[in-house]
């Protein structure tokens, strides 16, 4: 049974540039929520995705968009990076309603 | 600022002995879960305390929640080299999906 998964595991990219991040659910899961972590922080919420529409969303500038196909996979697209971008980007899933939520290993942005 | 704020920030101890991680929060919440990260990879799921339950045991882990002092607690108890991680306490506000995580505690266990 497969876990999260995440693509690139690691990506370097320069101010203005955009970036699209891939996730793909644990079996059986149909939510997947992002998250950004910065070197020595919590991860933060951005949004979530559930039955191919944004559910829920923190605070993150609309640079930062999401999408989720009919197989539950997601993508994170962020634009106009800037070098606070650099972090963590990890991807989470669940079903349904249920509280726990399954990690992939993250993608390491670094924006030059 | 954060929803929850773990206490300590970095912890150093010997294997065997006990490791003991706070968590503080200031709104109301459906639960309170605890992950571990090792070196800036995935959050592992540790364990999962709803708000109307006190205390929760799995393994070597030990689970409060006082939703009075809006607190938690995670023992570690005989802790082993490989615990070494960051140790998050994630509060699930609303419909319990959207999850608040604090900066965490960095556990260092000595061999």
């Known amino acids: 049974d497969a876990g999260v998964t995440q693509s690139p595991t690691h990506l370097i990219k320069t101010r203005g540039q955009q970036v699209t991040l891939r996730c793909s659910p644990k079996?059986?899961?149909?939510?997947v929520s992002w998250y950004q972590q910065a070197l020595g922080q919590g991860p933060q919420f951005i949004f979530q995705?559930?039955?191919?529409?944004?559910?829920q969303r923190g605070n993150f500038p609309d640079r930062f968009s999401g999408h989720q196909f009919p197989n539950y996979s997601s993508e994170l697209n962020v634009n106009a990076l800037l070098l606070g971008d650099s972090a963590l980007y990890l991807c989470?899933?669940?079903?349904?309603?249920?509280?726990?939520?399954?990690f992939g290993p993250g993608t390491r942005l670094l924006v030059l | 600022s954060q929803q929850g704020e773990e206490d300590p920030q970095a912890l150093s101890i010997q294997e065997g002995e006990n490791a003991t991680m706070n968590c503080s929060y200031k709104t109301s919440i459906n639960n309170l879960q605890w992950y571990r990260q090792n070196s800036g990879r995935g959050l592992v799921h540790l364990i999962l305390i709803r708000s109307n339950e006190r205390e929760k045991h799995s393994g070597r882990l030990r689970v409060t929640l006082d939703t009075s002092k809006k607190s938690s607690s995670l023992l570690i108890t005989a802790s082993r080299a490989a615990d070494t991680a960051s140790y998050f306490c994630a509060t699930g506000v609303g419909n319990g999906q959207n999850f608040v995580f604090g900066p965490g505690t960095r556990l260092s266990v000595l061999p």
């Open positions: 989470a899933s669940s079903f349904g309603t249920e509280e726990t939520q399954y």
């Open positions: 079996s059986g899961h149909d939510t």
């Open positions: 995705y559930y039955e191919e529409e944004e559910r």
